[in-house]
């Protein structure tokens, strides 16, 4: 049987409103969605990786990238400049 999508109350503002371990599936919609880019986008431009951000907001890593690298109505963060992969990079 096929799992409904949750949606988070994009009506509130209240920060914490499904931005943090969300449940699997969860759609960010309208000011949610931007708000969430904003944290998202704000964590990354401070040093932390796209791995560990989809680690600590329980989402896919593929979901984590979309949302730093799309633009999104009503973000107020810039969408940031992706770093290389790290490790030994052959001349």
């Not at 969605?33 to 932390?48: I, K, S, V, W």
């Not at 990238?65 to 990079?89: A, E, F, Q």
């Amino acid at each position: 049987m096929p799992r409904k999508a949750t949606v988070v109350d994009h009506r509130t503002d209240d920060l914490t409103i499904g931005l943090v371990n969300a449940p699997r599936g969860t759609w960010h919609t309208g000011p949610a969605r931007a708000q969430l880019a904003d944290h998202l986008r704000a964590a990354y431009t401070g040093g932390q990786t796209i791995r560990s951000l989809a680690t600590d907001y329980g989402m896919s890593y593929a979901k984590v990238h979309k949302l730093l690298t799309t633009d999104i109505p009503g973000t107020s963060v810039p969408r940031p400049t992706l770093r290389p992969r790290g490790g030994y990079h052959r001349a």
